[in-house]
């Protein structure tokens, strides 16, 4: 039988969720052409995509002149009605009964007033309706029992993300100048500063810090389609440092020379950064939830995200203990190694196989 994988994911700017979709693609495409299935596998996607995957197994077709749901409910259902179909990013045709959807995270049934009503008209009532007609998947064990929760999935699979692709990229170390950074003598925050981000705390407690305050530097803008303005940004002070979006290979740089990652949210599907903190080198201090506990084990520094003074208390414990921080670097990277694509992409085709 065929199986279709929902491209749409190509046509949109990469953040965490297209990332997971790039990858485990391309683990599993790696995967196929080395064990053989009598299954055959289609990336579909509209007509408008110029981004090809480097692909050897998995065929890249484009179909249909819609673009967004439209193009989702009508050509991608159409084109893929005859065998299974396979969805990453959080949506995919409702019509469609043999399908797997990735939901990445509960954020838009737990706290639908911090996105854009579009994306609350979208979504709010999709992921409801994709649990009762398919199969649905998701990153971590927490946001399996979220969804398990919020929507009444059942039988939800985890499929972790992972971050080894970091090691393909190149460090841009000038990135460091133009930011005016010392090397081990800034925090670093990466992703969309969005409300459950909670960056108006870690702010706060970099005020509380003073003039013995490190450098913050905040990577990252979010997307105004996606989430309802929300005023984190305009919570600054003379140490902390919005750069909006920056290259893949000045991120890099960034985590290999920080500090420390400083990751304050409230609420997470899973926490993408502290993996690849951990996977580059970096320490990580991160908020005491369930899903960042998950990710990090023991190889983080956790403080409450309410509390600006215990976020103080971790950003010290860090940056005056040189040897905290070594030991922080060796379990984080010894717990990197735990999270791969390839296990992922094996996961997400032995779920196929039973749809």
């Known amino acids: 039988m065929s199986v279709f994988i929902n491209g749409r994911f190509l046509t949109q700017k990469t953040s965490g969720v297209q990332r997971f979709a790039r990858e485990i693609i391309t683990a599993l495409d790696k995967r196929l052409s080395e064990d053989k299935t009598s299954e055959s596998w289609t990336l579909l996607t509209p ?195 919005f750069t909006g979006r920056l290259s893949d290979e000045e991120i890099v740089a960034l985590y290999a020379n920080a500090g420390a990652l400083l990751f304050p949210s409230l609420y997470e599907g899973f926490g993408i950064p502290p993996l690849e903190a951990m996977f580059l080198g970096c320490p990580v201090l991160s908020s005491d939830i369930p899903p960042t506990r998950e990710v990090c084990g023991d190889a983080a520094i956790y403080f409450d995200p309410t509390k600006a003074e215990d976020m103080v208390r971790a950003i010290n414990a860090i940056m005056n203990d040189p040897d905290r921080r070594t030991e922080m670097i060796e379990l984080g990277h010894a717990r990197g190694q735990k999270f791969s694509w390839d296990g992922s992409a094996e996961k997400l085709l032995d779920a196929t196989s039973r749809l």
């Open 47 to 241: 007509e408008s995509n110029a981004d090809i995957l480097p692909l050897s197994t998995i065929r890249q077709q484009k179909i249909g002149s819609r673009s967004g749901h439209l193009w989702e409910h009508t050509d991608l259902y159409r084109a893929a009605k005859s065998g299974k179909l396979v969805n990453l990013c959080n949506s995919g045709p409702v019509l469609h009964g043999r399908s797997l959807t990735v939901i990445h995270d509960a954020m838009i049934f737990r706290t639908p007033e911090n996105f854009s009503w579009k994306y609350r008209l979208a979504h709010s009532t999709l992921g409801y309706l994709l649990a009762r007609r398919g199969k649905i998947a998701t990153v971590s064990a927490f946001s399996r029992s979220e969804l398990e929760a919020t929507i009444g999935a059942r039988d939800v699979l985890v499929i972790p993300n992972s971050c080894e692709h970091m090691a393909k990229i190149g460090a841009d170390a000038s990135v460091l100048s133009r930011l005016e950074l010392e090397r081990e003598k800034y925090l670093l925050f990466v992703g969309s500063p969005t409300p459950n981000k909670n960056i108006r705390k870690a702010i706060e407690a970099i005020r509380m810090m003073g003039e013995r305050a490190p450098k913050f530097v905040v990577v990252g803008a979010a997307a105004s389609s996606v989430f309802q303005a929300n005023g984190e940004a305009e919570q600054g002070s003379d140490r902390v440092i």
